[in-house]
């Protein structure tokens, strides 16, 4: 049954923070009664049935440096009814992406980051409609003015979607801010960039300039200037109920490992 789980969590899209999804498997009976979390003095493991819950690939017992994590994980853990399915656990999921990828892909994650804030969604300006280019304006700019106060930053802001490259200081600067993430904060930290398009918000939420909701808002001011336009799309609408799953589970966490 335990081969059977771990097939079952090694068809999900990890993607460090896109939308993942379960593939088309059978999901697994659950195979457990209890679940816990026990505490040692390297942090805290979930149990079920008293052993350690452990990463579905490389099989590697997964210990948390924050009770508060291990303790939502649990709950994903005994929330699961007849049949264990991933979908619903979106915690393990990422945890499980952290700690297979292992510790060598942290200069790999942080320079992801980097890449996004390089060439961000807040960079990249419309020219048309009025409306939208106001609400850009409002919005990202005060968002930029934020990271630049911040880091001592420059940025350059260009309308259409021709490359402009971004001063080199700034790059720099914005690179050092991740200094002393680890993986497990940065795992998270690239699924926010993902899931907004933007390493720059995913920034301004690591260092509290903004709060999730307002990182949120400036990551759909293009769509929800479409749905403003034209309504909702119910599948869209959903993809994005599920995006803002995921993103508040990444958001948790960063703050938990602050």
Do not use: C
């Amino acid at each position: 049954m335990r081969d059977q789980l771990e097939e079952a969590l090694r068809h999900q899209d990890a993607g460090y923070g896109r939308a993942q999804h379960l593939n088309r498997v059978e999901l697994p009976k659950r195979f457990y009664k209890s679940v816990d979390v026990a505490r040692s003095e390297e942090g805290y493991a979930v149990t079920l049935d008293g052993r350690p819950v452990r990463t579905p690939g490389k099989k590697i017992p997964i210990v948390l440096p924050v009770l508060d994590l291990a303790q939502h994980k649990a709950e994903e853990w005994a929330a699961q009814g007849e049949f264990i399915d991933p979908a619903t656990m979106p915690m393990t999921r990422l945890i499980n992406s952290a700690v297979e990828s292992g510790e060598d892909m942290i200069p790999a994650f942080r320079a992801e980051v980097g890449k996004f804030a390089a060439n961000d969604l807040l960079l990249y300006r419309a020219d048309s409609p009025q409306e939208l280019v106001v609400e850009q304006e409002r919005v990202w700019d005060g968002a930029l003015v934020k990271l630049a106060r911040k880091f001592d930053v420059a940025f350059q802001p260009t309308i259409g979607i021709i490359h402009q490259p971004q001063p080199a200081a700034t790059l720099e600067k914005l690179d050092a801010a991740l200094e002393g993430q680890g993986l497990l904060s940065l795992t998270a930290l690239v699924s926010i960039t993902g899931i907004t398009g933007s390493g720059l918000l995913a920034l301004a939420l690591l260092h509290e300039l903004m709060d999730a909701d307002a990182v949120w808002f400036a990551a759909h001011v293009d769509e929800d200037h479409q749905i403003r336009l034209w309504g909702e799309d119910e599948e869209a609408m959903e993809r994005r109920a599920k995006r803002r799953v995921e993103f508040d589970i990444a958001v948790r966490v960063v703050d938990a490992l602050r």
